[in-house]
């Protein structure tokens, strides 16, 4: 049996779910040696390891900031970070940020510092490793305004901006695509949703790598997902 699983409220997971014929789990369960978790953005998976059952993307950072640090010390581009505020153009950030939202609310006690940059586009790449030599792109969108009320920069649902699909191939700039790559392949997803900029120089930046992005953008998502995921299992 494949279960697709997330502790948390997901409807995504439970599309996922039904897409690919599988069970939607949020609470561990004793399992068969023959099943198989999807995990959908789940960092608490000792009870499934324990089992010796096999886990898609299991291998998900302990926190937002343990994935953003990785990239950096793999020199990939990120925005500048810092445990502290360096400046006035630095903003905190929480552990486990969503949507953009502590930035727009304000972050109590912030786990890390971000630097903001000058961006002219914002991006999103959903990227799949069927196997070490093979990451692919499975689909990319360009973050644009709702309206005009969307936030100036913080480029989120939340914040009045949503992505737009189907734009041609020539129009995703060309240095996006290999950092993508890299970042998933730096992190040892499986698969994940790499949020990205454009600088005011042209150059790439990693933002947030979304182990359980958002599926519903008209079913061709996932659908990409479903399929990217039965080819992994039958190992083609």
């Known amino acids: 049996m494949i279960y697709v699983f997330n502790p948390n409220p997901s409807h995504s997971a439970r599309l996922l779910a039904s897409t690919l014929g599988a069970k939607r789990l949020r609470n561990p369960r004793r399992l ?3 099943d198989i ?6 960092r608490d998976l000792e009870w499934a390891r324990s089992q010796g059952v096999k886990i898609l993307n299991g291998s998900l950072g302990v926190s937002k900031w343990d994935e ?5 010390k793999a020199k990939l581009p990120t925005p500048p970070l810092s445990k502290k505020k ?10 486990f940020h969503s949507h953009g939202t502590d930035f727009l609310r304000g972050v ?4 890390f510092f971000v630097q903001r940059l000058k961006i002219l586009d914002e991006y999103r790449l959903h990227v799949f490793k069927f196997k070490e030599d093979d990451i692919r792109i499975l689909r990319w969108g360009k973050k644009v305004p709702r309206g005009p009320e969307a936030h100036e920069w913080v480029r989120s649902d939340v914040g009045g901006w949503r992505l737009s699909y189907g734009l041609s191939s020539e129009q995703l700039p060309k240095g996006l695509r290999p950092v993508a790559k890299d970042a998933i392949s730096k992190l040892d997803y499986d698969w994940g949703a790499v949020d990205m900029g454009l600088t005011s120089f042209g150059k790439p930046v990693i933002f947030e790598v979304n182990s359980a992005p958002g599926l519903d953008e008209g079913g061709k998502t996932i659908q990409l997902y479903a399929e990217a995921i039965r080819e992994h299992l039958e190992g083609k």
Not at 68 to 72: K, P, R
Not at 86 to 95: I, K, L, Q, T
Not at 108 to 111: M, N, Q, R
Request: glycine share 8%.
């Open 86 to 95: 360096e400046g006035p153009d630095w903003y905190p950030r929480s552990a």
């Open 108 to 111: 109590k006690s912030p786990a």
């Open 37 to 42: 978790i999807v995990n959908w953005g789940s």
């Open 32 to 34: 068969h040696r023959a």
């Open 68 to 72: 953003i640090y990785l990239l950096n």
